[in-house]
């Protein structure tokens, strides 16, 4: 547990500097914290620690506030632009091309609020030698999602921007993309407020948060886009 709350500092400063994300909320599985009886701590209006009920699985208390956030969106499309890209070597270096032009860009227009998220989704064939590389991407199993972020200048840091960048030429550099069965492009404006970024390594909890509508970050992710604050 101490390791986890040792992030929470730095992600309050993440929070007061990025205008993509304004609010985390930090689980905790209960079945382990019996003992433990204030179950909410609000650290502040933008930070909050939940631990979870003794009955309750961590992974399913997520995966169910998704689901109701995604309801909820159902209900109420604005400010979100989806589109499917085909898979493959150009695919990626489309979305490297966009990242690097996100990372350097000094327009701040009325766009700079904008966040866009791809999914690369794994295909059924066999990870075999790749598994090495596939291992710190959680992409080891079929149908299992990756998401790189990039966002506008306001917003973005160089150092994260950098590290998305070089993940996805790596991707294309191991021909790991043969792997990859689709990608997904969704542009997030400032008036799209509940999309949900659930951090974890977890492969099915990952996929499960793709699966209803969330969006998920590896824990290497996490470090380097909080590092860039540092």
Request: charged share 30%; aromatic share 6%.
């Amino acid at each position: 547990m101490g390791d986890r709350m040792d992030l929470l500092p730095k992600i309050d400063l993440l929070l007061h500097r990025m205008d993509s994300f304004n609010r985390a909320v930090v689980f905790f599985d209960g079945k382990g914290m019996k003992q433990i009886k204030n179950r909410l701590w609000d650290v502040n209006p933008w930070l909050q620690v939940k631990v979870t009920d003794s009955k309750d699985e961590v992974d399913d208390v997520v995966v169910e506030l998704i689901e109701a956030r995604t309801r909820a969106k159902e209900n109420s499309l604005t400010g979100i632009s989806t589109s499917t890209m085909t898979s493959g070597r150009e695919s990626l270096e489309d979305v490297v091309a966009d990242i690097s032009a996100s990372a350097s860009s000094s327009d701040l227009d009325e766009d700079y609020e904008n966040l866009t998220i791809y999914t690369l989704m794994r295909n059924e064939q066999g990870g075999g030698r790749k598994r090495n590389h596939l291992k710190p991407l959680c992409l080891l199993r079929p149908d299992s999602p990756y998401c790189a972020f990039t966002s506008s200048t306001k917003s973005n840091t160089p150092w994260f921007q950098k590290h998305e960048k070089s993940t996805l030429k790596q991707i294309s550099n191991w021909k790991i993309h043969r792997l990859i069965g689709r990608i997904e492009k969704r542009i997030l404006q400032a008036k799209s407020k509940n999309e949900t970024v659930v951090v974890t390594d977890d492969i099915l909890l990952r996929q499960r948060v793709i699966a209803c509508g969330g969006f998920v970050m590896t824990f290497e992710q996490l470090w380097n886009l909080l590092t860039g604050f540092e």
